[in-house]
């Protein structure tokens, strides 16, 4: 946990946010993989920490404004559960450590809540994920679970605080970040022809688990970079193949990392490897240059496309005007989605909240229709204090370049007959994590090797 005195600044500058009612937090369970008592690994929930920081399954806290009184709700350990567990500390032995002082039992929860109400008292919450908490709101509130309606007003003042990040954040994050690189050096000196996919992710977890880390999400270790979020890790590399990395550690206080690699399983790129990979990372570096506080998210997306087109048709997969491709969306057949996101507790910062509230504003809301532009999950205006991913890509999938050529879409920006003979090519990704400051950006971390020269030395010496 952070100090006493953060957790109780953070309710203090929440508490003067909203306006009147009862702000409340639920913290998860322990998920069952086959029965009750064989969980899944337990992860409190990111608002949770963030206000209070105690780590323990079923538990729920309330912040009264009108009373001006904060409680955690939960139980203490049974003479059942010291014999199974031992001794642990107590539930008011955290909540002393989080600053608040009284505790009263789970059951008194449903209580406080049926009181508020009776007397016409607003009852904050936030959207629920997990479905436990779903049908216990739905219970604390005796309405059905499709009625429940999250307040907007808890939302806002919660995103607006835990954007900014605070300095003991940021060397959190850094301690995540600098795993991460150390798991992306080991990927490289592990893959090699005949080496399975799984292998690299095991060896990877491995690490981060001996650096008192979790995984900050499921690591995507895949020849077949063309999918997005590809899971399936039963290939077996071989020369010629382009291996993308995306993976991230998380510290034991719930903070995240968020890296991308792609190498070639040989040691060194392909002359088609290489070109593709200079275009990719061309557009990181002159998105880089761009964050800085006031300039709009979204903005660096489209110039970021802008960037992967003059790259495409200087290779000859695209041709035309790369605005004119850009405002006609041509791009998205290699760039399917976002540029970045924001990071922090979460990997996708606060997404449970909301995309729409995280990364737009309601002036300027998401574009949820438009293919590429509704994967952006990031569009508002950068400020200072937050932290972003930027990871740009292309990726060549079959089957969309099947539907596009079959309706000619964009044929007036796209040759089909050199895309196609791409068609089985994979995908690239390049990211890293930055912090926006006063004067611009920080690279989180030490810095990973991402040039074709520093990654074809590297993949030299091992």
């Not at 060549?396 to 040759?415: T, V």
Request: hydrophobic share 40%; with cysteine.
């Amino acid at each position: 946990m952070f100090s006493t005195q953060t957790y109780q600044d953070r309710r203090a500058v929440l508490q003067g946010n909203v306006a009147s009612g009862i702000l409340l937090f639920l913290g998860n369970i322990e998920n069952p993989v086959n029965f009750e008592h064989n969980p899944y690994y337990f992860r409190q929930d990111s608002t949770y920490l963030y206000y209070f920081g105690i780590q323990e399954p079923r538990i729920a806290a309330i912040i009264d404004i009108d009373e001006n009184k904060t409680i955690v709700f939960g139980d203490e350990l049974s003479i059942d559960d010291i014999v199974w567990m031992g001794r642990q500390e107590t539930l008011k032995e955290k909540s002393l450590k989080s600053g608040v002082q009284e505790t009263m039992p789970y059951a008194a929860l449903s209580q406080y809540i049926l009181k508020a109400q009776t007397a016409g008292r607003k009852v904050h919450y936030l959207p629920p994920y997990q479905s436990s908490n779903k049908i216990l709101l739905a219970d604390l509130l005796g309405i059905k679970i499709a009625a429940l309606q999250p307040s907007a007003e808890m939302i806002k003042a919660i995103v607006k605080q835990r954007s900014i990040k605070e300095s003991q954040e940021i060397a959190q994050i850094e301690q995540a970040v600098n795993v991460s690189n150390e798991m992306h050096l080991l990927a490289m000196r592990v893959a090699k022809p005949g080496i399975k996919e799984y292998e690299i992710a095991n060896a990877i977890q491995y690490l981060a688990a001996n650096k008192e880390c979790q995984m900050s999400y499921p690591p995507i270790v895949t020849i077949n970079g063309g999918i997005l979020h590809n899971h399936y890790r039963l290939n077996t590399l071989k020369e010629g193949d382009l291996f993308l990395n995306d993976s991230g550690a998380e510290t034991a206080m719930g903070y995240a990392g968020d890296l991308t690699r792609t190498f070639p399983v040989s040691k060194t790129f392909t002359t088609k490897q290489k070109e593709m990979y200079e275009v990719v990372l061309n557009a990181f570096n002159n998105a880089q240059q761009l964050l800085k506080p006031g300039v709009r998210f979204k903005d660096i997306h489209l110039k970021a496309s802008q960037h992967l087109v003059e790259g495409l048709i200087d290779l000859g997969l695209m041709k035309g005007n790369p605005e004119e491709a850009i405002k006609n969306h041509a791009h998205t057949l290699f760039f399917q989605c976002g540029l970045g996101h924001m990071m922090g507790l979460d990997v996708h910062d606060m997404e449970d909240l909301g995309e729409q509230y995280i990364g737009y504003t309601e002036e300027e809301p998401k574009d949820t229709k438009t293919f590429g532009l509704k994967s952006l999950r990031l569009g508002k205006a950068l400020e200072s204090g937050f932290v972003v991913t930027v990871e740009p890509g292309i990726y060549m999938i079959p089957e969309l370049i099947d539907i596009w050529q079959a309706e000619n879409k964009n044929a007036d920006f796209i040759n089909y007959d050199i895309v196609n003979e791409y068609r089985n090519f994979g995908g690239i990704r390049v990211e890293d994590d930055f912090l926006i400051t006063d004067e611009g950006y920080r690279l989180l971390g030490n810095g990973l090797i991402k040039t074709v020269e520093e990654i074809e030395n590297y993949r030299a010496k091992h």
